[in-house]
């Protein structure tokens, strides 16, 4: 294996000379090296022998004696070492910064210089760096992540180059496409790259860019302007006049601009400051490219624009700052067309980087906030394709191998025995949604022969393997059941945890307790025909329980899924010390934050055979995912400051075991009691209590919430028509207008 990799730019003359007399004795130094001919357009490709064929890299160093690299620093500012629209310089690391020099690497493409005679000028040196150049005298390289500014005079900073950005197999080198970078200028402010990082990593395809830190010492140094796809502007200080006029300059040439409460001011516009609204929580109306316009809150950066009467670029108002004062509106987003090449800037007054938990707000101001930050993302995923990126979600992963797990050998034993009989000769389980394959660890390592759509149930996984998004110790320390939950399928990744059960439990043994868990599902299912969506930090589980018809949960089954959602809010709310965190009910399946969130929902299916119910719980709520919604560790944070206290963060694994031993002890409560001995607690947690609402329509009968009826349908009553029992499979309830709808399938 190579220890080292060097690209090196070279005359083909030069090379064969150098390979005659310097031919390596073992592969300890692989030289990379793409040859630049004065009579060709394009650099010809060396045909070498096969102890000298090229390797292709991902990434590599060039190290340069001294004269060579006084040399090269004294040709900055003036023109790049090769022409930086040919040479993409793209990094490997998301928050590097871009480092003092310039590098060039091929990646096994074709790169043409901006001229011959620049490489004769590098030859000699370059010579002399392979020369002496062994895996002896070569220092090592820091890991990626930890190469900084200080990373020694002779280390180039080492960038990655994304091929298909820059090669098509039938055109050959695209010289006029833009790198995928992204560079973010903060004034070196580390703090503001990280928020600004954070909200585009979140907004952007990141399999296609690569993000920067621009540094102040660069900009004027560094010849980074052809090699970036957008220029991120969101310093806490004011620009000076020269760095003003390099992003102008960049903007002019074509470049793309995002400023987010920069000081940056293309031409036809000029800035006004409003100190009074500097930090404060502001109503933004933003249209959108449809011409509809979003109402949300921001917080203002205390200037606004205006435009220049002198006049210029080509202006677009995009956002307004709504006054106190009616019709009294600021413009805070513009966008800007600026030169003959089609330069392009949407610039910010708002704050669209800043997540509503990274500041020190009143639970007002927190709220107000939040309850924008969907609309936040909407609004900068739309800025930022307007300037040409990708904000198209990435391709669903591919359905991960199901691992079977147990509290204690005797559970996993039971289930092991039943599961063969269910089995073909070839290991295989037909399900309703999908095809199990029982595999086990070893063979799983050997890759499996899987029939399309089929998945790996691995069934000796050691409940002691840690998962990087699932925890077996704490699972199992936190559930309290007796039979519920007690044998798992976890997987990393699967369309939906129903899809890993359904067929499955009609025929289990009772007493087995399953539970499917996974820590990213790409196709969840809601009530109805609605999609859920499932990110990472999501708690997502289906939970197969089994009630006898003629039991008292049996004869008033829709009760089930307020068990369900009230046993979410329970397994937050009866930890020591969360009793106050504001997670509630809504009727008729979801978990919300307040009034004014939805948190999690619930969805139960049911196939009744002979007298039992077979009933899958399909459960998802949020809990470590802050963006772009609201989750429960939010919650916490915010208690946290609210009340100088120092609650923990809870986990996934923690939450599912404590809610399915909720759902277990409200079930037993039900089935000895009756909703009696439930609905107190349940009211308590609930949102309704004596709300007004409108049935049907905005126009409809005014109402006023009671209670659930007998058969844990909403009950409601209103002058025209007495008391009125709705049933959720046919309605909704509209939290933001009042309003129990007929719901639209």
């Not at 205006?306 to 004062?325: M, N």
């Not at 058969?711 to 209103?718: K, P």
């Given at each position: 294996?190579?220890?080292?990799?060097?690209?090196?730019?070279?005359?083909?003359?030069?090379?064969?000379?150098?390979?005659?007399?310097?031919?390596?004795?073992?592969?300890?130094?692989?030289?990379?090296?793409?040859?630049?001919?004065?009579?060709?357009?394009?650099?010809?490709?060396?045909?070498?022998?096969?102890?000298?064929?090229?390797?292709?890299?991902?990434?590599?160093?060039?190290?340069?004696?001294?004269?060579?690299?006084?040399?090269?620093?004294?040709?900055?500012?003036?023109?790049?070492?090769?022409?930086?629209?040919?040479?993409?310089?793209?990094?490997?690391?998301?928050?590097?910064?871009?480092?003092?020099?310039?590098?060039?690497?091929?990646?096994?493409?074709?790169?043409?210089?901006?001229?011959?005679?620049?490489?004769?000028?590098?030859?000699?040196?370059?010579?002399?760096?392979?020369?002496?150049?062994?895996?002896?005298?070569?220092?090592?390289?820091?890991?990626?992540?930890?190469?900084?500014?200080?990373?020694?005079?002779?280390?180039?900073?080492?960038?990655?180059?994304?091929?298909?950005?820059?090669?098509?197999?039938?055109?050959?080198?695209?010289?006029?496409?833009?790198?995928?970078?992204?560079?973010?200028?903060?004034?070196?402010?580390?703090?503001?790259?990280?928020?600004?990082?954070?909200?585009?990593?979140?907004?952007?395809?990141?399999?296609?860019?690569?993000?920067?830190?621009?540094?102040?010492?660069?900009?004027?140094?560094?010849?980074?302007?052809?090699?970036?796809?957008?220029?991120?502007?969101?310093?806490?200080?004011?620009?000076?006049?020269?760095?003003?006029?390099?992003?102008?300059?960049?903007?002019?040439?074509?470049?793309?601009?995002?400023?987010?409460?920069?000081?940056?001011?293309?031409?036809?516009?000029?800035?006004?400051?409003?100190?009074?609204?500097?930090?404060?929580?502001?109503?933004?109306?933003?249209?959108?490219?449809?011409?509809?316009e979003l109402d949300l809150s921001v917080l203002a950066s205390g200037k606004?624009?205006?435009?220049?009467?002198?006049?210029?670029?080509?202006?677009?108002?995009?956002?307004?700052?709504?006054?106190?004062?009616?019709?009294?509106r600021d413009m805070v987003i513009v966008k800007v067309t600026h030169g003959?090449?089609?330069?392009?800037?949407?610039?910010?007054?708002?704050?669209?980087?800043?997540?509503?938990?990274?500041?020190?707000?009143?639970?007002?101001?927190?709220?107000?906030?939040?309850?924008?930050?969907?609309?936040?993302?909407?609004?900068?995923?739309?800025?930022?394709?307007?300037?040409?990126?990708?904000?198209?979600?990435?391709?669903?992963?591919?359905?991960?191998?199901?691992?079977?797990?147990?509290?204690?050998?005797?559970?996993?034993?039971?289930?092991?025995?039943?599961?063969?009989?269910?089995?073909?000769?070839?290991?295989?389980?037909?399900?309703?949604?999908?095809?199990?394959?029982?595999?086990?660890?070893?063979?799983?390592?050997?890759?499996?022969?899987?029939?399309?759509?089929?998945?790996?149930?691995?069934?000796?996984?050691?409940?002691?393997?840690?998962?990087?998004?699932?925890?077996?110790?704490?699972?199992?320390?936190?559930?309290?059941?007796?039979?519920?939950?007690?044998?798992?399928?976890?997987?990393?990744?699967?369309?939906?945890?129903?899809?890993?059960?359904?067929?499955?439990?009609?025929?289990?043994?009772?007493?087995?307790?399953?539970?499917?868990?996974?820590?990213?599902?790409?196709?969840?299912?809601?009530?109805?025909?609605?999609?859920?969506?499932?990110?990472?930090?999501?708690?997502?589980?289906?939970?197969?329980?089994?009630?006898?018809?003629?039991?008292?949960?049996?004869?008033?089954?829709?009760?089930?899924?307020?068990?369900?959602?009230?046993?979410?809010?329970?397994?937050?709310?009866?930890?020591?010390?969360?009793?106050?965190?504001?997670?509630?009910?809504?009727?008729?399946?979801?978990?919300?934050?307040?009034?004014?969130?939805?948190?999690?929902?619930?969805?139960?299916?049911?196939?009744?055979?002979?007298?039992?119910?077979?009933?899958?719980?399909?459960?998802?709520?949020?809990?470590?995912?802050?963006?772009?919604?609201?989750?429960?560790?939010?919650?916490?944070?915010?208690?946290?400051?609210?009340?100088?206290?120092?609650?923990?963060?809870?986990?996934?694994?923690?939450?599912?075991?404590?809610?399915?031993?909720?759902?277990?002890a409200l079930i037993s409560s039900f089935q000895q009691g009756g909703p009696?001995?439930?609905?107190?607690?349940?009211?308590?947690?609930?949102?309704?209590?004596?709300?007004?609402?409108?049935?049907?329509?905005?126009?409809?009968?005014?109402?006023?919430?009671?209670?659930?009826?007998?058969?844990?349908?909403?009950?409601?009553?209103?002058?025209?028509?007495?008391?009125?029992?709705?049933?959720?499979?046919?309605?909704?309830?509209?939290?933001?207008?009042?309003?129990?709808?007929?719901?639209?399938?």
């Open positions: 294996m190579p220890s080292k990799i060097i690209p090196v730019l070279l005359q083909e003359s030069i090379l064969c000379e150098l390979l005659e007399k310097q031919r390596p004795p073992s592969p300890t130094i692989v030289t990379s090296v793409q040859l630049c001919s004065p009579m060709a357009e394009k650099p010809l490709p060396c045909r070498l022998s096969a102890d000298h064929q090229l390797l292709l890299s991902n990434k590599g160093s060039l190290f340069l004696i001294p004269e060579a690299k006084q040399r090269l620093e004294e040709r900055r500012g003036s023109e790049p070492l090769c022409r930086t629209q040919d040479l993409a310089s793209v990094g490997d690391s998301e928050d590097h910064s871009l480092g003092n020099h310039h590098y060039m690497e091929g990646h096994g493409h074709n790169l043409h210089l901006s001229n011959c005679h620049e490489c004769l000028e590098l030859e000699k040196s370059t010579i002399l760096s392979v020369k002496y150049a062994s895996a002896e005298n070569i220092t090592d390289l820091p890991d990626d992540n930890s190469v900084g500014l200080d990373s020694g005079d002779e280390i180039l900073d080492e960038l990655q180059h994304d091929a298909n950005v820059f090669f098509d197999q039938s055109d050959g080198f695209q010289c006029n496409r833009k790198p995928p970078n992204i560079l973010v200028y903060t004034g070196g402010c580390q703090e503001r790259f990280h928020a600004v990082h954070q909200v585009l990593s979140e907004c952007i395809n990141m399999e296609n860019y690569v993000i920067y830190h621009l540094l102040p010492q660069q900009v004027l140094s560094d010849p980074w302007l052809d090699n970036t796809k957008l220029l991120v502007l969101a310093e806490g200080q004011a620009l000076t006049p020269q760095l003003q006029t390099c992003f102008l300059n960049f903007l002019g040439q074509g470049g793309r601009v995002l400023g987010i409460a920069s000081t940056l001011c293309p031409a036809g516009l000029s800035m006004e400051v409003r100190e009074r609204q500097r930090g404060q929580i502001c109503r933004l109306s933003f249209t959108r490219e449809d011409s509809t606004v624009y205006v435009r220049d009467i002198q006049g210029g670029g080509e202006v677009e108002l995009w956002g307004e700052l709504k006054g106190d004062v009616p019709h009294q003959e090449d089609g330069g392009e800037a949407v610039v910010c007054q708002v704050h669209l980087e800043i997540a509503p938990d990274s500041q020190n707000l009143s639970l007002e101001g927190f709220d107000e906030l939040k309850v924008s930050n969907a609309l936040r993302y909407e609004v900068l995923t739309e800025i930022l394709t307007s300037l040409g990126l990708s904000c198209e979600l990435n391709q669903s992963p591919d359905p991960s191998p199901v691992h079977l797990l147990a509290t204690s050998q005797e559970t996993k034993t039971a289930f092991l025995k039943w599961l063969q009989t269910r089995a073909d000769e070839n290991g295989l389980l037909m399900l309703s949604k999908t095809c199990l394959r029982v595999v086990s660890y070893c063979e799983l390592q050997n890759g499996p022969l899987l029939p399309e759509s089929c998945l790996a149930l691995v069934t000796d996984s050691e409940e002691s393997q840690r998962w990087e998004l699932f925890n077996m110790e704490t699972y199992s320390r936190n559930l309290k059941t007796r039979v519920l939950g007690r044998t798992l399928l976890y997987a990393d990744v699967v369309t939906s945890t129903m899809d890993l059960l359904e067929g499955l439990t009609l025929h289990l043994p009772k007493d087995v307790g399953l539970i499917a868990i996974a820590a990213r599902q790409s196709k969840g299912r809601g009530r109805g025909r609605n999609a859920w969506l499932s990110p990472l930090g999501c708690s997502m589980f289906t939970l197969s329980v089994e009630v006898d018809l003629s039991s008292r949960l049996g004869q008033r089954i829709p009760f089930l899924q307020h068990l369900a959602a009230l046993a979410v809010v329970e397994a937050v709310r009866t930890l020591p010390g969360y009793q106050d965190i504001d997670l509630r009910v809504k009727w008729p399946n979801d978990i919300y934050y307040s009034k004014l969130m939805k948190l999690g929902g619930v969805l139960v299916t049911s196939t009744v055979i002979g007298s039992t119910f077979h009933l899958l719980i399909g459960c998802g709520f949020n809990v470590t995912n802050s963006n772009p919604t609201l989750c429960i560790n939010d919650l916490i944070r915010q208690y946290n400051i609210q009340h100088n206290c120092n609650l923990q963060p809870l986990s996934c694994a923690q939450l599912i075991a404590r809610t399915v031993s909720c759902l277990e009696e001995s439930i609905l107190p607690t349940y009211y308590k947690r609930w949102l309704h209590s004596g709300t007004r609402v409108r049935l049907w329509s905005e126009d409809g009968p005014e109402a006023e919430v009671v209670g659930l009826d007998p058969n844990g349908f909403l009950q409601v009553h209103s002058k025209e028509q007495g008391l009125v029992s709705v049933e959720p499979d046919g309605n909704s309830f509209d939290m933001m207008k009042n309003l129990v709808v007929i719901k639209q399938h």
